[in-house]
């Protein structure tokens, strides 16, 4: 069996709702109104024995009412209030009155129940088959202060009538509501999925092919506009993606066929007539310097594909900076005197930063790296390690020869090499700084670059500082993944 669907559910839901509400109204109005008018009969009745007390004459043990019969209006009040209307002894439980439709009735009180309404509550009600009626139970006093108990009382018939018109109506009432309900729920749910079914379908036709494609927007910037526009947001970043995807795998097909055609080209030379054994051992150690440069760029797209998927881990310890830039300006140092470049570190003290120092020693390496093989020689390479504003900043700064205002944007993407005329020794693979931007950005930092062309460049990296209270002790480390 399928679940409903969305639109059947949001109809339910109305509908169910709306009959929740209904049926409570209904049950408050029709409880109010049978308050209001037992409170209006009640009133009446209270008005009615009130009046009737001022009439009221007890002699002999008999009780009579004394008017005057030749008024109409306190003629016509004794005899409307008097219809059903009865008076006892409550000394001895007897009745001594009653108005002849009581007479005609047949109902009489023992002197257990007179005594019983005397002690009991103002209002009483007397089912019989005949006619429901509501008495008020007043206590008089005859002469010498003798207890009678009045009882003045009134059908339930109109009451009655009102309420059991009412229950039917409000019967009839509810099931039409739910019924109503249900279709305005079902146009309305209808209404609002429309524009939600337009995106769907549109989705739907999309392919890899249409990812430039959006969705259309109404302008209203409601709910539906919003979803529209974060998949918008999702499409551009899957045609960013997909772009980058296949210019990835162009510059793979590049960067590894440039090689291997040269290791084929070298080797068929070399099988093409016989040769010394030093001539093959020269053959083998150039190829086994092509095969190190093919591994190193394996290892380093290999690393960003697991980094981009998150799977390398970040260790949080505290990293002093300024004394691991300092190590490695020591361990770059024999490679810069072979290139007759000055090398010199510069920090203010100790900086310390929340990080992983295997994967910084990584960025400073290949910033090193690069600032020494991108000068000239007798030119200078300084790292310098400071604070400014919360933050460690670390900066490379050489007298190179600079990049090219248009490189300047691109020298973070994968695979991207300025010039090659601007290096005789450009060796490598154009991911490093694509590397070095995902370590950083993994230390919640941000790495920049200025350049000017035969000036020189700086690359500047910024860390959050380390917090004083930070102590790997009670931070837990992580597992750390590295090539």
Not at 90 to 117: D, K
Not at 196 to 201: D, I, P, T
Not at 280 to 308: C, G, H, N, P
Request: proline share 4%.
């Amino acid at each position: 069996m399928k679940p409903p669907k969305l639109r059947a559910k949001l109809a339910l839901f109305y509908a169910a709702v709306f009959t929740l509400l209904l049926s409570a109204v209904s049950a408050l109005f029709y409880n109010l109104l049978a308050y209001q008018l037992d409170a209006d009969l009640h009133s009446e009745l209270r008005e009615r024995a009130s009046a009737l007390r001022g009439y009221l004459r007890f002699e002999g043990g008999h009780a009579r009412l004394v008017y005057d019969v030749n008024d109409p209006e306190e003629a016509y009040f004794v005899g409307n209030a008097t219809r059903f209307y009865q008076v006892y002894d409550v000394a001895a439980g007897a009745m001594i009155e009653r108005s002849p439709q009581m007479e005609a009735l047949g109902f009489q009180y023992t002197p257990e129940e007179v005594n019983e309404l005397v002690r009991g509550p103002d209002f009483t009600r007397l089912d019989t088959d005949q006619v429901d009626i509501e008495f008020y139970n007043c206590l008089v006093h005859g002469t010498e202060g003798h207890p009678y108990l009045l009882q003045v009382g009134a059908p339930l018939t109109l009451r009655n009538t009102t309420l059991r018109q009412m229950l039917q109506v409000t019967l009839w009432l509810i099931p039409s509501g739910i019924l109503l309900a249900l279709m305005s729920g079902w146009w309305m749910a209808g209404r609002v999925l429309r524009p939600l079914e337009v995106l769907s379908a549109t989705v739907r036709e999309m392919s890899i092919a249409q990812l430039h494609r959006r969705l259309p927007l109404s302008g209203t910037g409601d709910e539906l506009d919003q979803l529209a526009k974060t998949f918008n947001d999702m499409f551009g970043r899957l045609e960013k993606a997909v772009e980058q995807m296949k210019d990835f795998t162009a510059n793979i097909s590049h960067e590894l066929r440039t090689p291997l055609t040269a290791l084929r080209g070298e080797a068929e030379v070399t099988l093409a007539r016989a040769r010394t054994e030093s001539d093959y051992r020269t053959v083998l150690e150039s190829q086994l310097e092509e095969f190190a440069k093919l591994s190193k760029m394996i290892d380093q797209m290999l690393t960003l594909a697991r980094a981009e998927a998150g799977q390398i881990k970040i260790a949080r310890e505290r990293v002093n900076l300024s004394s691991l830039a300092e190590s490695l300006v020591d361990q770059m140092e024999p490679l810069a005197s072979i290139r007759e470049i000055s090398l010199t570190a510069d920090h203010a003290g100790e900086v310390s930063v929340i990080g992983d120092s295997g994967w910084l020693e990584r960025v400073i390496l290949n910033l090193l790296d690069n600032a020494i093989k991108f000068t000239p020689q007798g030119g200078h390479v300084t790292l310098r390690v400071s604070r400014f504003s919360g933050e460690a900043v670390l900066e490379v700064r050489d007298d190179g020869i600079g990049i090219d205002a248009e490189a300047l944007s691109h020298i973070f993407e994968r695979f991207y090499r300025g010039d090659p005329s601007r290096s005789k020794e450009l060796d490598g693979a154009g991911l490093g700084l694509s590397l070095a931007e995902w370590i950083v950005q993994a230390h919640h930092g941000r790495i920049s670059v200025d350049s000017l062309p035969r000036k020189g460049t700086m690359f500047r990296v910024s860390i959050p500082l380390a917090p004083a209270s930070f102590s790997p002790a009670n931070t837990p480390r992580q597992a750390q993944q590295r090539d």
